[in-house]
């Protein structure tokens, strides 16, 4: 980056890394600002250049393309916008080391590299070296345009920008979570449009509400669908993907969409940072990120993220979370590519069910009046831990025609998990009284296998081709005991601690084992028709076969039950056009469907089987990405449905039958000056029950608004001869309409029924944070900001009537980073 250029473009890796237990308490910093960051620059720098990887980058807009490049590589690009305004690149395919790669894709364009010291890089007019005398300057920031992400690698059969797929995918980057202070994936989720989140078992695991839509199981990892039963934590995360609608090849999905986590690689340049964040309810967290090169190899790289969290809310529970991810990345001199990682993760932390509801009038019910931080669970400890281990391998074979190679993953998990909680089963007649029992779900173990190959390359033909094609398994497993006691009445609502509870499991009214599985082989192919220069066909297909089983034993009865679904199937298709109207702005049209075989529905008192979910979309919309790449803007209108739809309320299955959405939404990523980023979404949504039973037909799903909205800003002064560079200032804003909390609050011809409303809600956060150079190429990072700065009380989503979450309330928090 240079003085005297206005308009300059700063291409980086994400920058957030993750924890350490030393760190927790902050004894690390003093000693690593000792350490020799001059040589260390210098020797990443010199492996940085030489490491050879594999790249696939399209033809295109060359701004695009440096773009993926740097990520690819883990490099910084500086240059004037100037420089590559209306140029072209003909793409990188092969295996190259950072400087050809680079100098590769400049072909033709009349730029060329030129490497600093440190590793980094800028552009020059080819040539004119010698006429130029440009200054380098210490960078005090981060990246201009921070908070847009281009692609969603992992989530996709063939790569490419999301600007060309036709359908909507949101992509926010690691560094969004950072200047966010982000501390559970729920504070990215607000920021896509109509997206909320559910109450996740009490908050102890993730769960995601897209385009009306509600399932906790439709999370990726990767591009591998991994039904997490905890919390993910931000230390693994470089990016989450919210892919909107279905994609037919993926198939097994709701038509909402998924949300996939992209974890953080291996890298061939050296990146270390370790951090503490702290709040004033007593949240203490930790995190360190260390990569680059094994030793001097220029084809061995590794990875080690972990993080460790003591932690407490405003509601009085706590969080213990121990997190640790090691992956390891060999590239060979031939272009094959091997990856594997090994995660483990514990997370002890309370069950909370939140407020419950009270009945009022003719059958109908509303929220306690009671202060937010109420809890029900009266003397009994909410516990829930739950700890895993995951193994990913992933190898990458290049085949004799370097356009095409094989690509093949390897997933395997094991969660162990155990709970006890005390809930509130109802209230009483008199609005007051409370029933509560104690339950138990003991000797949980959840496996999760699932296996991959694909082809990847391109057609020679009368047009251009991309063909992805493959097969994929899956197993799942999970087995527990369920322990319930009797219903014990006593204590109020206002006043619930004034009945002492008794765990009474030792005596239970129910002793179950339970045990379902589920196992899937599915065929897919995606493929790209380049028909004209601005015109591609996209066409996705999946055949699934599926069987499920259920098992069980009652300890109480000596009674036993199993049930074979058989196998059931389906072809699901996908069409999608894509027409690039002029530079930057593509229009495009796509259909698909989805099939989703369900597993054996078991609750505390309900077991049943249900047929297959199956569904479709129809969404047609706009992308525009202005010529400088300073604004990327995306709209949508879509039309989805799905049958056969099972929700979870109040810890039973319950049938709701179908579920329509029709809506818009409008997101937008810009960076008018350099410093300066903004993020903004608008979601309108129009969603319905679709069922028999006339006191649910028509009307909203719970926990689903009708308008979503967000808009985060920043300003970064980056000028090196600003006294203010280093110092950043964001805040954002984020509204969700009003949501009802059940499926029954209005009948067929408008009469209120039993339902509750949860309210609307807006949140306004701001934050501050300061880089102070340390050394050469190090730096320190302060945050200090406040989460919902209003202290607005707001309802987060309706579990049932008993099991309301409650938003955060005014929060005061700090942080510190050092990037070495």
Known sequence: MTTQQAHSRFIRTPLARAISRAIQYGLLAGCLVGLPATALAQQAAGQSAAASQRYSIEAGQLDTALNRFAVSAGIEIAFDATLTAGKQTAGLQGNYGVSEGLERLLAGTGLAPLRSADGSYRLEILNARADQNLETVSVYGTLPARYEGRYADSSMRLPKDIIDVP????????QFLLDQQAREMADAFRL??????????????EQALIRGFDRNDNFY??????????RIDPATIDNIQLIKGPVADIGRMSPGGIVNIETKQPQFQREHSISTTFDEHGQRRGTVDLTGPVGDSQNLAYRITGSLEDSETFRDTSVDRQFLSSALLWQGDSGVQV???????????????????VPYGDSQRRLADVPFDTRFDGNIPNERDHEYHLAELDIVIPLADPAWEIDNKVF?????????????????????????RVGANQDGVRTYKFARSQLIGEIDAAIPIRVATGVEYREFSHEWRYLGGNSQ?????????????????????????????QKSHGVFSATEFSLTDTVTLDLGLRYEISENSYHSDNYLTGSTSDIDSGSSSKLTKGIGLVWETMPGLNLYLSYADTFEPQNIYVGNQEVFEQ?????????TGIKWSSADNRYFITGAIFDLREDNVVENINGEPVPTGGIRSQGIEISMAANPIDGFNLRGA??????????????????????????????????????PESALRGLGIGSGITYASNRYGDNGHRNNIGETLRGFELGDYTVVDAGLWYYLPVGSGDRLRFDLGVKNVTDEEYIVASGGNTRISVGDPRTFYSGVRFEF
């Open 489 to 517: 009445v006593g204590g109020t609502v206002s006043s619930p601690d004034s009945f002492t509870l008794i765990n009474d499991l030792d005596s239970p009214s129910s002793d179950q084992f339970y045990d379902v599985s």
């Open 412 to 436: 395997y998990s094991r969660a162990t998990s155990e709970d006890l909680r005390a809930e509130v089963i109802s209230v009483g007649d008199d609005r007051e009284t409370l029933s509560r």
């Open 611 to 619: 047929d297959p979910r199956e569904g479709q979309q129809v969404e």
């Open 339 to 357: 990856g594997f990682n090994h995660e483990y993760s514990r997370d002890r932390r309370e069950i909370d069910r939140g407020l419950i509801t």
């Open 167 to 174: 359908r909507t995918i949101d992509v926010i980057p690691e």
């Open 682 to 719: 608008i979601g309108f949504l129009d969603a319905e029950i679709v069922s028999d039973n006339d006191a649910t037909n028509g009307n909203q799903p719970r926990n689903v608004p009708d308008t979503t909205a967000s808009l985060w800003a920043s300003y970064e002064f980056q000028n």
């Open 221 to 230: 990892r990767n591009g591998v669908p991994f039904s997490h039963e905890s």
């Open 192 to 205: 896509s449009p109509n997206v909320v989140v559910g109450d996740g078992y009490g908050g102890t695991r």
